[in-house]
Nanobody, 115 residues
Framework: QVQLTESGGGLVQAGGSLQLACAAS????????MGWYRQAPGQKRDLVAV???????TYKDVVKGRFTISREITGNRVTVEMNNLKPEETADYFC?????????WGRGNLVTVPS
C-alpha cells in the first residue's frame, strides 16, 4: 500500500516562506508523479504544484514565480518551497503521488497565513 508522509506546514506571516516535504513509501511501482493540492475551508481541492517524470513541473498560475517544487534524486521525496505567502493561501495542503497521476494522498498539513 502506497503511503505518503508529509512534513512542514504551520503558521507563517504574510510575505514569509515555508517548505513542505512529502515522502512516498510502500509502492510496488515507480512513483512518476508527486505534488500538492490545497483545500481552503468551503472550497474545492485545487492544484498547487506537481512534479512528473522527466522533471516536468506544473504550477497553479497564482503561485508561479513564488513556489518551487523539487524532486530528490534518490528516493520518492518531493519538496515545495513556498515564498511570499498570502493570507488567501491558508489551507490544508495535501500531498499526492502515483505511477502517472496523483492517485494516493496524504492526510494533509495545515498552512496558516494570518491577515
Amino acid at each position: 500500500q502506497v503511503q505518503l508522509t508529509e512534513s512542514g506546514g504551520g503558521l507563517v506571516q504574510a510575505g514569509g516562506s515555508l517548505q513542505l516535504a512529502c515522502a512516498a513509501s510502500g509502492s510496488p511501482f515507480p512513483i512518476n508523479a508527486m505534488g500538492w493540492y490545497r483545500q481552503a475551508p468551503g472550497q474545492k481541492r485545487d492544484l498547487v504544484a506537481v512534479w512528473r517524470s522527466g522533471d516536468i513541473k506544473t504550477y497553479k498560475d497564482v503561485v508561479k514565480g513564488r513556489f518551487t517544487i523539487s524532486r530528490e534524486i534518490t528516493g520518492n521525496r518531493v519538496t515545495v518551497e513556498m515564498n511570499n505567502l498570502k493570507p488567501e493561501e491558508t489551507a490544508d495542503y495535501f500531498c499526492g503521488g502515483g505511477q502517472s497521476e496523483l492517485e494516493y494522498w496524504g492526510r494533509g498539513n495545515l498552512v496558516t497565513v494570518p491577515s
